[in-house]
């Protein structure tokens, strides 16, 4: 992946790193790759969480990067309908963590 991306670019290096960590520690709650064309658009799978109304659930979505990653953030579209619903929502993880 690394060999046809500007890796000079802050936001492509991160996003890489990110990538390896996702490699490094695999889960069976979530699955995330980004599309081959752009590195900065990704489509991802998560597994409802038990004990709540999306328990049993697999839920698709996609998430874009912008230029600026990690210092503005990502934006995330759930692409699977639940009660005839799409969200879009922005998350920034450093203030999360």
Do not use: C
């Not at 992946?1 to 990538?19: C, F, G, S, T």
């Not at 004990?51 to 759930?78: A, D, N, Q, T």
């Amino acid at each position: 992946m690394a060999e046809k991306h500007n890796l000079k670019n802050p936001a492509v290096k991160r996003i890489l790193q990110e990538v390896k960590e996702m490699q490094l520690n695999p889960s069976d709650d979530y699955m995330s790759l980004s599309l081959e064309e752009n590195i900065f658009e990704w489509q991802f799978s998560i597994r409802g969480p038990g004990y709540s109304e999306f328990e049993g659930g697999i839920y698709h979505g996609r998430v874009v990067f912008p230029s600026e990653y990690p210092f503005k953030p990502p934006s995330f579209m759930l692409l699977t309908d639940k009660h005839d619903e799409q969200m879009e929502i922005s998350v920034n993880f450093n203030q999360v963590l």
